[in-house]
């Protein structure tokens, strides 16, 4: 794929990776409502920096809504870490400066965005494939920054080598058939390892599962099942949302209303034994609770 498709539907280029401000950080600055990590982990949208150092994924999820249908290669050469986020920080403070003319900006918000104080490594792309991961984490950290890392499990190796503030798993199916439905991959053994590693790991932890109905929405005991030993702090449950190029690959049907989701998660929270901590409708995402970690990060 040509990066300049990337360019023009929003993403900044930045490294091997990119940047690029998402739909909630734009909301928050007009000082609208803000995404459900605010609601759940106390996130400011407007002082969060969505970002990736890689943008190449052994994975094609159906409900993928990243505009990628092929994958990126690997590079030859990598951007040193505390170059990568000194050049994603400045990229940042570039997309912000435009909103300065608008007579519909919080100013007070678009102050504090100025300085951020988080980083989510989620864009698109697998960055565990990043092979200076753990530096560009240790360089959010020392600059009084909290970091969410989301990875879809399939390079273990890489999970005992980092310390995020937050280290997301996606599971996407219960069982290793509908796992090549959804991500068209050959790593359900590797996932299954990483969820062994999760409960060992010294952050805090989530599972987050996408339901998409008619191709992942069945048998919440058997994603129970596999959830049992990781013994992740949290678990997400949330909806597929039809955008982006998982259209040409997924009907608007597939996409589950907010009440499905939470009888789910419901179901799921029995199974497990979790809380049914939080949700967010706007969002159709619901947080489940081991009960044991203070789930609003009150500081950096």
């Not at 990066?3 to 539907?9: G, I």
Request: hydrophobic share 35%.
């Amino acid at each position: 794929m040509d990066p300049a498709v990337l360019e023009q539907q929003g993403y900044h280029l930045v490294g091997e990776g990119a940047a690029k401000p998402c739909l909630w950080l734009k909301r928050s600055l007009r000082g609208g409502e803000q995404c459900y990590k605010h609601h759940f982990y106390g996130i400011e949208s407007h002082r969060c920096v969505q970002m990736t150092p890689t943008l190449h994924c052994n994975h094609l999820c159906l409900h993928c809504w990243r505009p990628v249908d092929e994958a990126f290669p690997l590079p030859e050469k990598w951007t040193d870490p505390d170059a990568l986020l000194e050049l994603v920080l400045r990229e940042q403070r570039r997309i912000l400066s435009g909103y300065w003319g608008s007579d519909v900006v919080d100013r007070a918000r678009l102050q504090e965005a100025s300085t951020p104080r988080h980083v989510a490594i989620s864009l698109m792309g697998e960055p565990t494939f990043y092979p200076h991961l753990r530096g560009l984490i240790e360089a959010i950290t020392a600059r009084g920054m909290t970091s969410f890392l989301v990875t879809n499990g399939t390079n273990p190796d890489a999970l005992n080598d980092v310390e995020p503030t937050q280290l997301y798993i996606s599971l996407n199916a219960p069982d290793e058939e509908t796992y090549r439905k959804v991500s068209s991959g050959r790593y359900w053994d590797s996932i299954l390892e990483s969820l062994d590693l999760m409960r060992d790991l010294r952050c805090r932890t989530v599972v987050r599962i996408t339901l998409v109905r008619g191709v992942n929405m069945f048998a919440p005991e058997s994603y129970a099942r596999l959830l049992a030993d990781a013994e992740p702090d949290f678990i997400e449950i949330k909806a597929y949302m039809h955008l982006g190029r998982s259209r040409y690959r997924l009907s608007r049907d597939a996409m589950p209303s907010h009440e499905e989701v939470v009888s789910f998660a419901s179901e799921l929270s029995e199974s497990i034994g979790y809380s049914l901590e939080d949700q967010v409708s706007l969002s159709r995402v619901v947080l489940l609770s081991r009960g044991d970690v203070q789930r609003k990060l009150d500081k950096p």
